[in-house]
């Protein structure tokens, strides 16, 4: 994993209903992509059964970053296969503070959110992809 300068990075942002979406209030500069402001996404969308079973909350703070530049870039017509690595980065960075255990599980969350994403992503990158044209 290439390094990554993201320490405290703060995300403001406007959140409405857990199954729904944000909307940030600035424009973020973030690993060289400016989101600007008023850009929505939707968190992680992870089906409540495995929000469940992985104990994800797809707006919790460890998972907000990833989700964010992960959006914006299925929104912008990033290679799909690097836009999921991508989160799988920021994903792991996010755990990298944490006791070794803890750090444990949230990279096997990591994993297996990365491997969801590459199975079932398929199909929101390409209505992105028809949204945009």
């Known amino acids: 994993m290439n ?3 993201i320490d405290n990075y703060a995300i403001s942002a ?3 209903n857990r199954d729904d ?3 940030l209030n ?3 500069k973030i690993m060289g992509r400016i989101i600007p402001k008023g850009f929505k996404w939707n968190g992680s969308s992870i089906p409540l059964f495995l929000c469940s079973l992985l104990m994800v909350d797809p707006f919790h703070p460890d998972v907000r970053l990833a989700s964010l530049v992960h959006d914006y870039d299925y929104k912008s017509g990033k290679d799909r296969k690097e836009a999921d690595q991508t989160y ?3 994903w792991m960075h996010a755990g990298r503070n944490k006791k070794w ?3 444990w599980t949230h990279n096997v969350r990591g994993h297996a959110m ?3 994403l590459r199975i079932g992503g398929g199909k929101a990158y390409r209505d992105c992809q028809k949204d945009g044209e």
């Open 3 to 5: 390094k990554m300068t």
């Open 14 to 16: 406007t959140f409405y």
């Open 21 to 23: 979406y944000a909307i």
């Open 26 to 28: 600035y424009t973020h």
């Open 88 to 90: 799988r980065d920021l």
């Open 101 to 103: 255990y803890r750090r």
């Open 114 to 116: 990365y491997i969801g």
